[in-house]
């Protein structure tokens, strides 16, 4: 409440002119944000509706070269289920992001801290208010760690290629909140740029408390002009497992469109594979979605999935701000 | 007729006369079209070893429209969006001068500031290091 207290105050004190989706500049040295989420989810298992994502952020320059980004989020804030008339709360809030970074030139900077783990595009700005559907593909969250917690080298190798370069050597910096656990995580990744669209090639290593190694290449694609925009990625992994010396390959890729049909109004369509073959597990899903933008940083969306295990068809509205 | 052929030609040729400046005693001496964008785009900082600073004129500038145009090749709404997804990876857009006298006052007395202006305002101070 408190901090509340002085958010509220210092806005009143030290704030510049504000607009919807590009934060509050509270000083020289911190610029402030927040974003919200709610979702309605119906498919046959479940009936609910969910404040989701409750984030506040901070960041700002030290100087030219010095600066810093803090983010923390409550997931699951409030989720009212329906159907059994039940509710769940989650207040605390998690450290989604914390980092430094510093720029010794273009060609080489440094970010130390839990950020967004470098790979494909998607991944890279994962809130829902600024993408085009509610759901995230299973690309997303089924290989790879979300975040890591370590030392990220980035910058650019030349005019059109960018490069980033990361290790993990401890365990996150909010132990628990990231869809993968791991404490050793190593991964590379290019970037080349074109006029219209750019390409990514990725491979990393990590292991967490399944797995004692799970190696994985990745490769994306953006391409981006006028009102169309098209993202496609995939991603193989060759897993060890602790509990078996077998080998054991898993696949995802999704491939996306959208279409500005309208100012405001967007039209987008996906098609997602994964395939774990330690489990035996397979499952496609084919969706198709609308989203409104009555101004950029508020999006209205909608959208169904139809899953290859047609009990986890599902249909999701959301309603999501970026401040 | 021919006055006004003449007006015309002359109008179309030098219409879009505008280049990007520095301080005369700058090392930087040229900048590709590329680069300058991701300059101003918040992704690069540097020209060689050389820390730049980008700076705007404000929104209704006919150079800055000009330059975002040509330089950029983004409209208004593509740009606003670009600085709404920078907000939440922490990046904020250029700083803002209110007017030409300014910018080039700012350029003068911060080293790696660079800026755009009309052609023929360029002054003895100021090394031009793209046209468009």
């Given at each position: 409440?408190?901090?509340?207290?002085?958010?509220?105050?210092?806005?009143?004190?030290?704030?510049?002119?504000?607009?919807?989706?590009?934060?509050?500049?509270?000083?020289?040295?911190?610029?402030?944000?927040?974003?919200?989420?709610?979702?309605?989810?119906?498919?046959?298992?479940?009936?609910?509706?969910?404040?989701?994502?409750?984030?506040?952020?901070?960041?700002?320059?030290?100087?030219?070269?010095?600066?810093?980004?803090?983010?923390?989020?409550?997931?699951?804030?409030?989720?009212?289920?329906?159907?059994?008339?039940?509710?769940?709360?989650?207040?605390?809030?998690?450290?989604?992001?914390?980092?430094?970074?510093?720029?010794?030139?273009?060609?080489?900077?440094?970010?130390?801290?839990?950020?967004?783990?470098?790979?494909?595009?998607?991944?890279?700005?994962?809130?829902?208010?600024?993408?085009?559907?509610?759901?995230?593909?299973?690309?997303?969250?089924?290989?790879?760690?979300?975040?890591?917690?370590?030392?990220?080298?980035?910058?650019?190798?030349?005019?059109?290629?960018?490069?980033?370069?990361?290790?993990?050597?401890?365990?996150?910096?909010?132990?628990?909140?990231?869809?993968?656990?791991?404490?050793?995580?190593?991964?590379?990744?290019?970037?080349?740029?074109?006029?219209d669209?750019?390409?990514?090639?990725?491979?990393?290593?990590?292991?967490?408390?399944?797995?004692?190694?799970?190696?994985?290449?990745?490769?994306?694609?953006?391409?981006k002009k006028s009102k169309v925009e098209?993202?496609?990625?995939?991603?193989?992994?060759?897993?060890?497992?602790?509990?078996?010396?077998?080998?054991?390959?898993?696949?995802?890729?999704?491939?996306?469109?959208?279409?500005k049909?309208?100012k405001?109004?967007?039209?987008?369509?996906?098609?997602?594979?994964?395939?774990?073959?330690?489990?035996?597990?397979?499952?496609?899903?084919?969706?198709?979605?609308?989203?409104?933008r009555?101004?950029y940083?508020?999006?209205?969306?909608?959208?169904?999935?139809?899953?290859?295990?047609?009990?986890?068809?599902?249909?999701?509205?959301?309603?999501?701000?970026?401040? | 007729?021919?006055?006004?052929?003449?007006?015309?030609?002359?109008?179309?040729?030098?219409?879009?006369?505008?280049?990007?400046?520095?301080?005369?005693?700058?090392?930087?001496?040229?900048?590709?079209?590329?680069?300058?964008k991701?300059?101003y785009l918040?992704?690069?900082?540097?020209?060689?070893?050389?820390?730049?600073?980008?700076?705007?004129?404000?929104?209704?500038?006919?150079?800055?429209?000009?330059?975002e145009e040509?330089?950029l090749g983004m409209d208004r709404d593509e740009i606003n969006n670009f600085w709404i997804e920078g907000?939440?990876?922490?990046?904020?857009?250029?700083?803002?001068?209110?007017?030409?006298?300014?910018?080039?006052?700012?350029?003068?007395?911060?080293?790696?500031?660079?800026?755009?202006?009309?052609?023929?305002?360029?002054?003895?101070?100021?090394?031009?290091?793209?046209?468009?």
């Amino acid at each position: 409440m408190r901090f509340l207290f002085f958010i509220l105050l210092s806005t009143f004190l030290f704030a510049e002119k504000y607009e919807l989706g590009h934060g509050l500049s509270l000083s020289k040295y911190l610029k402030v944000g927040s974003y919200i989420s709610t979702k309605y989810k119906d498919s046959k298992d479940i009936d609910e509706f969910e404040l989701d994502d409750i984030a506040l952020l901070g960041y700002g320059s030290l100087s030219p070269k010095f600066s810093y980004l803090l983010e923390l989020e409550a997931a699951g804030f409030y989720i009212k289920d329906l159907t059994n008339k039940k509710e769940e709360t989650n207040e605390h809030f998690h450290i989604e992001r914390a980092y430094f970074d510093y720029k010794f030139s273009d060609k080489f900077k440094i970010r130390v801290g839990k950020f967004i783990t470098p790979i494909g595009y998607w991944n890279l700005v994962p809130i829902t208010v600024l993408k085009d559907t509610t759901s995230n593909p299973l690309y997303s969250y089924k290989i790879f760690p979300r975040f890591t917690t370590g030392l990220n080298l980035y910058g650019f190798l030349s005019d059109d290629i960018e490069y980033n370069a990361f290790i993990q050597k401890s365990k996150d910096l909010d132990t628990g909140y990231n869809n993968i656990q791991t404490d050793d995580f190593i991964g590379l990744g290019l970037t080349k740029y074109f006029d219209d669209f750019s390409v990514s090639l990725g491979l990393g290593q990590f292991e967490d408390e399944r797995l004692s190694e799970r190696i994985y290449l990745d490769t994306s694609l953006k391409y981006k002009k006028s009102k169309v925009e098209v993202l496609a990625e995939a991603i193989v992994s060759r897993d060890e497992h602790k509990s078996d010396s077998d080998k054991y390959d898993s696949y995802a890729l999704y491939l996306q469109g959208s279409y500005k049909f309208i100012k405001k109004h967007y039209l987008v369509s996906r098609y997602e594979y994964f395939k774990d073959n330690f489990d035996d597990y397979k499952e496609e899903i084919f969706l198709i979605g609308y989203n409104y933008r009555p101004i950029y940083p508020i999006s209205i969306k909608g959208e169904y999935q139809f899953n290859s295990h047609s009990d986890l068809n599902k249909f999701i509205i959301s309603l999501s701000i970026l401040f | 007729m021919k006055i006004l052929l003449i007006l015309i030609l002359t109008t179309s040729l030098f219409a879009n006369s505008f280049v990007v400046v520095i301080s005369k005693e700058s090392k930087v001496d040229k900048i590709s079209k590329r680069v300058l964008k991701d300059i101003y785009l918040k992704k690069r900082t540097f020209i060689d070893d050389n820390e730049i600073v980008p700076i705007n004129l404000e929104a209704q500038s006919e150079v800055r429209l000009s330059f975002e145009e040509e330089v950029l090749g983004m409209d208004r709404d593509e740009i606003n969006n670009f600085w709404i997804e920078g907000h939440y990876k922490g990046i904020t857009p250029p700083i803002v001068q209110k007017s030409e006298k300014g910018l080039k006052l700012f350029i003068k007395n911060v080293e790696g500031a660079i800026g755009y202006i009309k052609k023929e305002k360029v002054t003895k101070e100021l090394k031009v290091i793209y046209e468009f």
